[in-house]
């Protein structure tokens, strides 16, 4: 309640409710940028350095980006991904915040640090789902070059979690062979996810991911209706052990639903995908520049002018410090929120 109350503005309710329950580390970063409060954000920052235990250090990362200020929680993922304790799971927390601003250079090599640092795979599988997402326009001798590395023979994961990280492989190359156009690639993928042997709680789980490679080619071969269909089997049935796992978190599958809604002219039920289908999900605040700058255009067809001017401002605000060829979608956007300002008001 505290974080929702924040994120509507309400400063006065979050205060109270932080007086009740107290705040952590996270907690007092989210405030110090809430307030402004310049002092305390350079002592939390120092203290990220090593004084703060690294897991709030991560979820400090996580509370200020939240805000839709990835910006300002950058400097906390920055000092998580340098900590010596876990440099994987730092440079991996850096590397997301840097997607949500649509700065895929600087992730792929926050990726390639966390992959230097370990010979489980995860990291790779973690490179090439976020490398695969279509909004990114991750250019073709990379996305050639990640398959590559992700498709050749290695030591298996170990720990927890570890059975299930074959799937992930799988799923991650369906979508980079989607991504590549190699449509017969991709349904191979999703084959071998159906006939994998996995316990009969994760069956759901893999059937969804599988859903989502097929539906990720149908929409790339213009057959919106066809993937509205596959999705079908993308229900939410991820087992509770699962759900904090961003790549089981079907937040993909949700982003192609409302992208298949909008190819077939559906906007009221895409609408509804967008507005409530990424609250607090694992992954978020990668999707949520793309959902402000769709909702936005959603708005805008449908005449709710002030809606399309905070959706368009809030995809600006996210992206402007995204990548240079990226940067045409971010002036788009400044040229319809322009026009939009500049109408007179009926």
């Known amino acids: 309640m505290m974080h929702l109350a924040v994120s509507e503005d309400d400063i006065a309710r979050a205060d109270s409710l932080v007086a009740k329950v107290g705040k952590d580390y996270a907690d007092s970063a989210m405030f110090a940028?809430?307030?402004?409060?310049?002092?305390?954000?350079?002592?939390?920052?120092?203290?990220?350095?090593?004084?703060?235990?690294?897991?709030?250090?991560?979820?400090?990362?996580?509370?200020?980006?939240?805000?839709?200020?990835?910006?300002?929680?950058?400097?906390?993922?920055r000092a998580a991904a340098a900590r010596p304790e876990q440099p994987e799971r730092g440079n991996l927390v850096l590397a997301a915040n840097l997607i949500s601003q649509?700065?895929?250079?600087?992730?792929?090599?926050?990726?390639?640090?966390?992959?230097?640092?370990?010979?489980?795979?995860?990291?790779?599988i973690a490179q090439g789902l976020m490398a695969s997402?279509?909004?990114?326009?991750?250019?073709?001798?990379e996305l050639e070059a990640i398959r590559t590395e992700l498709a050749a023979p290695g030591p298996p994961a170990t720990g927890a979690g570890s059975a299930l990280v074959p799937a992930l492989r799988s799923y991650a190359l369906g979508l980079l062979a989607s991504r590549l156009g190699d449509g017969p690639g991709a349904l191979r993928a999703a084959d071998q996810l159906d006939t994998m042997q996995v316990t009969a709680d994760d069956r759901a789980a893999l059937r969804a991911l599988a859903a989502v490679v097929r539906a990720d080619v149908a929409l790339a071969s213009r057959r919106p209706a066809e993937a509205l269909t596959l999705l079908e089997n993308v229900r939410g049935e991820v087992p509770l052990e699962l759900s904090g796992n961003a790549s089981f978190g079907?937040?993909?599958?949700?982003?192609l639903r409302a992208e298949a809604l909008l190819a077939t002219g559906n906007d009221g039920e895409a609408l509804r995908w967008l507005e409530n289908g990424f609250d607090a999900t694992p992954d978020e605040w990668i999707f949520r520049a793309q959902v402000a700058l769709r909702l936005g255009d959603v708005y805008e067809r449908r005449g709710e002018r002030q809606k399309a001017v905070?959706?368009?401002?809030?995809?600006?605000?996210?992206?402007?410090?995204?990548?240079?060829?990226?940067?045409?979608?971010?002036?788009?956007?400044?040229?319809?929120?322009?026009?939009?300002?500049a109408e007179p008001r009926s």
Request: hydrophobic residues 45%; charged residues 25%; positive net charge.
């Open 133 to 141: 997402l279509p909004f990114l326009a991750v250019p073709r001798p």
């Open 102 to 124: 649509g700065r895929w250079t600087a992730a792929d090599s926050a990726f390639a640090a966390a992959a230097a640092t370990t010979a489980d795979p995860r990291p790779r």
């Open 250 to 255: 079907e937040d993909y599958g949700r982003f």
């Open 310 to 341: 905070d959706a368009y401002s809030r995809f600006i605000q996210l992206w402007k410090r995204c990548d240079a060829r990226l940067r045409p979608a971010v002036d788009e956007a400044r040229a319809r929120l322009a026009r939009l300002t």
């Open 33 to 77: 940028i809430v307030h402004g409060d310049s002092a305390l954000t350079r002592r939390l920052l120092s203290e990220a350095k090593g004084a703060a235990p690294f897991g709030e250090v991560g979820s400090a990362s996580w509370e200020v980006g939240w805000l839709g200020r990835p910006e300002l929680a950058e400097p906390f993922a």
